[in-house]
């Protein structure tokens, strides 16, 4: 039974019951340091890392499922800030990673069969050039969801601003995401161009309520003879020797501004919005859906996730322990769940804005955490179904 309330939110309680059964440790990580990488490698594959607040050195994931979830009220810095880079490798079909509220330099993922999911995670604010970018080769099934990740800023003449999101040969989906190229350096003669906000080549790619920007393009001096300041980047650059497919939902794409050139009195260029060759690029019509949820959520108890659509639309909340990667154009979105699971009908918006209520499971003997995958279906007035981004729930013991 769903209530009305007089803020226009409407909440309804879901009862989560688990599909799969399997045994799980949680591991404390704190200390800053080495800390986090050591229990990397030491944590067996399934296992689950709570990480504390502190600054911690690049860590390194190959091969086997983890868990690795921060809080959003703590400061937890992976990297140095000079683009060390901590990694996510090697998964074979069916294992599964997260990666969830940190602050990270920079994420690399590569060769993987399984799936990766990233979860609000955040540039770091220490240090410099103050990065937060990712990397993602020859992999079939990696989200983004709630992420802000930079570019880094050049610090050497004659190179340019890094790129926020490199993908390649890869499927990749990106929700609620803002994407920003780091500028370029500024020298009395040179201006260095400014980072591409993302950049794709041969790759399966959505774009759903995201922006992605180009770095700006560093400037030169006022002194005669006039130098060249650098261009800015591009928002979005798709290049394709094979197909490559780039569908964009409620996504706003937008170039670097040009460096300043005092000297010629006029800017270099700026950025383009999008580069793509022709057929490659796909507008999707209509508005993007969402929810939030948080994703440490401790075994048995209520919380709560919040819904973002129209008014009239009817939600259909999706619930597996499982993954997968598959562009649906019926639905403007990716499938995230796995076939292994269950729906509910949860909600008809009244307002914009949703709230429902869920029930953690209570955890078998000797499991101490266990994931679940969430992901809404939601369908408007006319019948046109949009999927929204993920939420991954790490339900955990009490005793932590």
């Given at each position: 039974?769903?209530?009305?309330?007089?803020?226009?939110?409407?909440?309804?309680?879901?009862v989560l019951t688990l599909v799969l059964s399997?045994?799980?440790?949680?591991?404390?990580?704190?200390?800053?340091?080495?800390?986090?990488?050591?229990?990397?490698?030491?944590?067996?594959?399934?296992?689950?890392?709570?990480?504390?607040?502190?600054?911690?050195?690049?860590?390194?994931?190959?091969?086997?499922?983890?868990?690795?979830?921060?809080?959003?009220?703590?400061?937890?810095?992976?990297?140095?800030?000079?683009?060390?880079?901590?990694?996510?490798?090697?998964?074979?079909?069916?294992?599964?990673?997260?990666?969830?509220?940190?602050?990270?330099?920079?994420?690399?993922?590569?060769?993987?069969?399984?799936?990766?999911?990233?979860?609000?995670?955040?540039?770091?604010?220490?240090?410099?050039?103050?990065?937060?970018?990712?990397?993602?080769?020859?992999?079939?099934?990696?989200t983004f969801s709630g992420c802000t990740l930079?570019?880094?800023?050049?610090?050497?003449?004659?190179?340019?601003?890094?790129?926020?999101?490199?993908?390649?040969?890869?499927?990749?989906?990106?929700?609620?995401?803002?994407?920003?190229?780091?500028?370029?350096?500024?020298?009395?003669?040179?201006?260095?161009?400014?980072?591409?906000?993302?950049?794709?080549?041969?790759?399966?790619?959505?774009?759903?309520?995201?922006?992605?920007?180009?770095?700006?393009?560093?400037?030169?001096?006022?002194?005669?003879?006039?130098?060249?300041?650098?261009?800015?980047?591009?928002?979005?650059?798709?290049?394709?020797?094979?197909?490559?497919?780039v569908h964009l939902l409620s996504t706003t794409?937008?170039?670097?501004?040009?460096?300043?050139?005092?000297?010629?009195?006029?800017?270099?260029?700026?950025?383009?919005?999008?580069?793509?060759?022709?057929?490659?690029?796909?507008?999707?019509?209509?508005?993007?859906?969402?929810?939030?949820?948080?994703?440490?959520?401790?075994?048995?108890?209520?919380?709560?996730?919040?819904?973002?659509?129209?008014?009239?639309?009817?939600?259909?909340?999706?619930?597996?322990?499982?993954?997968?990667?598959?562009?649906?154009?019926?639905?403007?979105?990716?499938?995230?769940?796995?076939?292994?699971?269950?729906?509910?009908?949860?909600?008809?918006?009244?307002?914009?804005?949703?709230?429902?209520?869920?029930?953690?499971?209570?955890?078998?003997?000797?499991?101490?955490?266990?994931?679940?995958?969430?992901?809404?279906?939601?369908?408007?007035?006319?019948?046109?179904?949009?999927?929204?981004?993920?939420?991954?729930?790490?339900?955990?013991?009490?005793?932590?």
């Amino acid at each position: 039974m769903l209530a009305s309330r007089p803020s226009g939110l409407v909440r309804a309680v879901v009862v989560l019951t688990l599909v799969l059964s399997a045994r799980a440790d949680v591991i404390v990580v704190s200390g800053g340091g080495a800390a986090l990488s050591s229990a990397v490698q030491s944590a067996a594959s399934g296992d689950t890392l709570f990480v504390n607040a502190g600054t911690y050195s690049p860590f390194d994931v190959a091969g086997k499922s983890l868990t690795i979830v921060g809080s959003p009220a703590a400061l937890i810095e992976v990297g140095n800030g000079q683009g060390g880079a901590s990694r996510v490798r090697n998964l074979t079909s069916g294992q599964i990673v997260l990666v969830s509220d940190l602050r990270i330099d920079r994420l690399e993922i590569s060769n993987c069969q399984g799936s990766v999911r990233v979860t609000r995670v955040q540039p770091i604010v220490s240090g410099l050039p103050n990065g937060g970018e990712a990397a993602v080769t020859s992999s079939t099934d990696v989200t983004f969801s709630g992420c802000t990740l930079t570019g880094r800023r050049s610090l050497v003449g004659g190179v340019s601003g890094s790129t926020a999101v490199q993908i390649q040969d890869s499927n990749v989906a990106l929700y609620d995401s803002a994407l920003l190229g780091g500028a370029g350096f500024s020298t009395i003669n040179l201006g260095s161009a400014g980072g591409d906000g993302i950049s794709i080549t041969n790759a399966s790619v959505l774009l759903s309520a995201c922006t992605s920007t180009g770095g700006a393009g560093g400037q030169t001096g006022p002194i005669p003879p006039c130098g060249t300041a650098g261009v800015g980047g591009a928002g979005i650059r798709a290049t394709s020797s094979a197909p490559s497919s780039v569908h964009l939902l409620s996504t706003t794409a937008a170039g670097g501004a040009g460096g300043a050139n005092p000297c010629a009195g006029v800017p270099a260029p700026a950025g383009a919005a999008i580069v793509a060759p022709v057929g490659v690029l796909d507008v999707l019509p209509g508005a993007s859906r969402s929810i939030s949820a948080p994703t440490k959520v401790r075994e048995g108890t209520t919380f709560s996730i919040t819904l973002q659509g129209q008014v009239g639309d009817q939600v259909l909340l999706l619930i597996s322990p499982q993954t997968r990667w598959i562009y649906e154009p019926l639905f403007q979105g990716v499938m995230l769940y796995g076939p292994a699971g269950r729906r509910a009908r949860v909600a008809t918006l009244t307002s914009n804005t949703a709230t429902v209520d869920l029930v953690a499971p209570v955890l078998p003997l000797g499991v101490d955490a266990m994931m679940m995958h969430l992901q809404c279906l939601f369908t408007d007035t006319s019948g046109q179904r949009t999927l929204s981004g993920p939420a991954t729930e790490v339900f955990h013991d009490a005793a932590f």
